[in-house]
Nanobody, 118 residues
Framework: QVQLVESGGGLVQPGGSLRLSCAAS????????MGWYRQAPGKERELVAE???????DYADSVRGRFTISRDNAKNTVYLQMNSLKPEEPAVYYC????????????WGQGTQVTVSS
């Protein structure tokens, strides 16, 4: 059973920073993409950033230059460093990974709340 466990969410003031972590555990044979999505109330879930196993990264236009995704493949962990957070960015942030246990599948974490407020 593969699990994604997120941590690092919380309350931050506008312009502040947070670092999210997501660790994959279980019967993992290989991991391809790992990344982060977010969903604000009343809105659809959207891609924030994604990292491939080859090291490339893709960002939403709205976060490029402020957010940085990184991976520690030895720990099966992906990080999201979020700087200059904006008041319109509070959401539940979800970790997403494409993992091969017996088969390639997409997995989601339980979500971590990020609140941006003064």
């Amino acid at each position: 059973q593969v699990q994604l466990v997120e941590s690092g969410g919380g309350l931050v003031q506008p312009g502040g920073s947070l670092r999210l972590s997501c660790a994959a555990s279980g019967s993992i044979f290989s991991i391809n993409a790992m990344g982060w999505y977010r969903q604000a109330p009343g809105k659809e879930r959207e891609l924030v950033a994604e990292s491939t196993s080859g090291g490339s990264a893709d960002y939403a236009d709205s976060v490029r230059g402020r957010f940085t995704i990184s991976r520690d493949n030895a720990k099966n962990t992906v990080y999201l460093q979020m700087n200059s957070l904006k008041p319109e960015e509070p959401a539940v942030y979800y970790c997403h990974a494409v993992i091969k246990d017996a088969f390639w599948r997409a997995y989601w974490g339980q979500g971590t709340q990020v609140t941006v407020s003064s």
